[in-house]
């Protein structure tokens, strides 16, 4: 099993910024990608960033430019720097996760999520 513990959400005025971080911990061999997805009220999930262990990055086109996606892999850590916030960012944010186990078996995993508001 593995655990996603997220955190850095909050209230943000328009234009602000925030970093979100999660740490990864529990039972796995590597970690194959790691990144961030998030839902609106009302919207279906979709996904912010993501970086795999190669380092090549996917983002979602209405972040780019002003999210940055980063991983410690000493630290089993991925962070998502986000600047320039708007109010359409307002979310809950889910970090994801998938990790190799053992006999090169994929689990994906997700944390329990974390609020983002941007709002005067």
């Known amino acids: 099993q593995v655990q996603l513990v997220e955190s850095g959400g909050g209230l943000v005025q328009p234009g602000g910024s925030l970093r979100l971080s999660c740490a990864a911990s529990?039972?796995?061999?590597?970690?194959?990608?790691m990144g961030w997805y998030r839902r609106a009220p009302g919207k279906e999930r979709e996904l912010v960033a993501v970086m795999a262990t190669a380092g090549s990055t996917t983002y979602a086109d209405s972040v780019k430019g002003r999210f940055t996606v980063s991983r410690d892999d000493a630290n089993d850590t991925v962070y998502l720097q986000m600047n320039s916030l708007k109010p359409e960012d307002t979310a809950t944010y889910y970090c994801n996760g998938l990790f190799r186990g053992r006999f090169h078996s994929y689990t994906e995993y997700w944390g329990q999520g974390t609020q983002v508001t941007v709002s005067s």
């Open positions: 529990g039972s796995f061999v590597s970690i194959s990608s």
